[in-house]
Structure formats: C-alpha cells, structure tokens
C-alpha cells in the first residue's frame, strides 16, 4: 500500500512536471481586488496562444436550446424580444480612434467606447446587453475596440485599459463615467443617467 502511494506521487510529481498551462488560465489570473465579471488582458494576444492549441474549441455551447432561444428577459430590460444585432461602429487603428475621439470631443458629443477581444468571456455578455441598452438611446453613437487590433498599444496604455470589458462613456464630448465588467446595472444606471432625453424635450409634457 505504501509503495502504491509513492508511485502516485511520483506519477503525480511527473505530470505536473511536464505539464503546460492551459491557453485559458493567462485571462483569469486576476489579483483579489479583480472582478469576476471581468478579465484581465493577457501578456501577449490571446489569438497567438489559442492558434498554437489543439484543445481549443468553438463555441462548446451553441448547440444548447436553452441558448438557441435565448431573448432578452431581465429584471432590468420591459423588451421580450430576441437580442437584437449590436449596432457598434468598429475602430480598426490608433489613427481611426484619435481622429473619433478628437471628433467627439471637438463637437461636444455624447458616446461610448466599448474596449473588448474576442477571447474574453464576460465580453460575450456585456456586448450584448450593451447593445440592448444602446438601442434605447439612438443619439448615442458606440464604438466598438477590439484591443488586440495591432497598434493599439499606445491607446490602451494611455487610457490605462488594464481588463475587458472597459466601458467609456462620454457626455458633451467628456469622459463623464466608466464601466470595468459586465455589471450590466451599472451600464444601464450610467446610460439613464447620462444620455436619457427629458421628457419636456420629446413633447410630452402636457399632453
């Protein structure tokens, strides 16, 4: 009995030995003040680590009903119909990006700046609801960042964009809040009050 257990450990001490991290953990190696609704950006393009994996996988729950039939039923949200498409303009370079933000902030416009990567889980929640949300505020243009486009590093480092998903929203072409996570309350909270129209502008006071 003795000698069985020393063959696991030495089996045990060989495998762990030989092992390589698996191509997920470098996202989730949050510190503890990190949240667990968001991931922090890896060391080098998380595209590059999975190209050189053979256990990475597509999708693993599309084939789900529950998922397939998925609509936007939340506490927070009066729609029951299906997600609709994200209505995001993307910015592919460094250039596109200065010349948008000097555009917003030089015409005082309200928008939102969605940092995110293809790679990254919450992403996949965030990006959604905040189209959901986004579609209540048509005024609002949101603009849509992956951050492992190349050349973005100088932006990133200058916004301090340390994890995804990071949320800018401007209002009168200022950073007026921000979003780290898919705290999708705080999203709408944010929006309601940053971009909401009054109700004496649309005309329907008084009627």
């Known amino acids: 009995m003795a000698r069985n257990a020393i063959l696991r450990s030495q089996v045990l001490r060989r495998a762990l030995g030989n092992n390589k991290l ?12 990190s949240s667990p609704f968001e991931t922090l950006i890896p060391s080098k393009p998380f595209s590059s680590i999975l190209s050189n994996s053979t256990t990475a996988t597509r999708n693993p729950f599309s084939k789900l009903p529950f998922l397939q039939s998925r609509s936007c039923t939340f506490d927070y949200f009066d729609s029951e119909e299906p997600c609709p498409t994200e209505k995001f303009v993307p910015i592919k370079s460094e250039d596109e990006f200065n010349s948008t933000l000097s555009k ?3 015409e005082s416009l309200p928008a939102i700046f969605y940092f995110t990567a293809v790679w990254c889980g919450p992403c996949k929640w965030a990006g959604p609801m905040l189209g959901v949300l986004a579609n ?9 960042i992956d951050i492992d486009q190349e050349g973005l590093g100088s932006v990133l480092s200058k916004l301090n964009i340390a994890s995804v998903p990071t949320i800018h929203f401007f209002s009168n072409g200022k950073k007026a809040a921000e979003v780290i996570g898919s705290n999708v309350m705080r999203m709408k909270n944010t929006m309601e009050e940053l971009y909401k129209i009054e109700d004496s502008e649309e005309g329907t006071v008084g009627k």
Do not use: A, E, I
């Not at 698996?22 to 003040?33: A, E, G, K, T």
């Open 104 to 106: 917003v902030q030089d």
């Open 22 to 33: 698996s191509p997920v953990l470098p996202c989730y190696l949050c510190s503890n003040n």
């Open 136 to 144: 209540k505020y048509p005024h609002v243009t949101t603009y849509k």
